[in-house]
C-alpha cells in the first residue's frame, strides 16, 4: 500500500480582481450632476454618451482621484511593485443606457484598470471578464456546477459606489442588460501607470 500525505494546492499564475465599494453613497450626487453637466453641454440628445478621457485633472472629482491613487496605491504594495511613483493616464465617464452591451477588450499602455458605478440601475449590463489564458480553451468538460475554479467567464453584477481594479491586460466587456428602469448606467472609468525600472528577464520563484 502507497501512502500519501495531503495534496497541495499551489495557485500558479492567478489573476487578481480587486473590489471595493464607496460607504458615503451620497459622496457621488456630486459627481453624478457633474458628468451629466459635462454630457449637457457637449451632447444632451446622445443615448450612449463618453467623456473626454482627462477627467482626472477636474477639480470638481479631485476626492475620487484622490481616491483611485489610493487603491491603486494598495494594490501596488499587495503586489510588491518597486516603483519611484504612480500616475492615472486617462479617466473618462461613460452615461449609457443600461442595457447596452460593450466588446471585450483590454487597456493597452497601462498598468492597472479600473472602474467605479455612480449609478448602476437593478439589472443593468454586468461588466464581464475573459480568462485571459489562450490554452484554457483547448479542451473543455461540462462540470457539476461552474466556479471561480473552473469558469471561463465571470461576471460582476454593478452596484452604485462599488469599485473595480484589474490589470489592464485583462480581457473585459459588458454584457446586455435587462434593465425596465428609466435610468443611465453611468460610471467612471480610469488607467494607471507607473514610474519605475522595467525589467525583461523572467520573474521566477522556486516553490
Request: hydrophobic share 40%.
Amino acid at each position: 500500500m502507497i501512502e500519501f500525505e495531503q495534496t497541495e494546492i499551489m495557485p500558479t499564475f492567478p489573476t487578481f480582481i480587486f473590489k471595493g465599494k464607496v460607504i458615503n453613497l451620497e459622496s457621488l450626487i456630486k459627481i453624478e450632476d457633474y458628468v451629466k453637466t459635462l454630457k449637457e453641454q457637449e451632447d444632451p440628445n446622445i443615448q450612449c454618451w463618453q467623456s473626454k478621457d482627462n477627467l482626472h485633472e477636474a477639480t470638481e472629482l479631485k476626492d475620487l482621484t484622490n481616491l483611485i491613487l489610493e487603491q491603486s496605491d494598495q494594490i501596488l504594495s499587495y503586489y510588491g511593485v518597486i516603483r519611484d511613483s504612480h500616475y492615472i493616464t486617462s479617466m473618462w465617464a461613460n452615461i449609457y443606457d443600461p442595457n447596452i452591451a460593450h466588446m471585450m477588450h483590454m487597456h493597452p499602455n497601462s498598468y492597472l484598470s479600473g472602474v467605479i458605478y455612480i449609478n448602476a440601475p437593478l439589472d443593468c449590463g454586468p461588466i464581464i471578464f475573459q480568462d485571459p489564458r489562450p490554452g484554457s480553451f483547448l479542451i473543455e468538460f461540462e462540470y457539476q456546477e461552474y466556479n471561480i475554479k473552473n469558469a471561463s467567464t465571470l461576471i460582476e453584477i454593478p452596484k452604485k459606489g462599488m469599485m473595480l481594479i484589474w490589470p489592464s491586460w485583462l480581457p473585459h466587456g459588458v454584457e446586455n442588460g435587462k434593465c425596465q428602469q428609466n435610468e443611465k448606467r453611468i460610471s467612471i472609468a480610469f488607467n494607471v501607470m507607473l514610474k519605475g525600472s522595467v525589467n525583461i528577464p523572467t520573474k521566477r520563484i522556486v516553490f
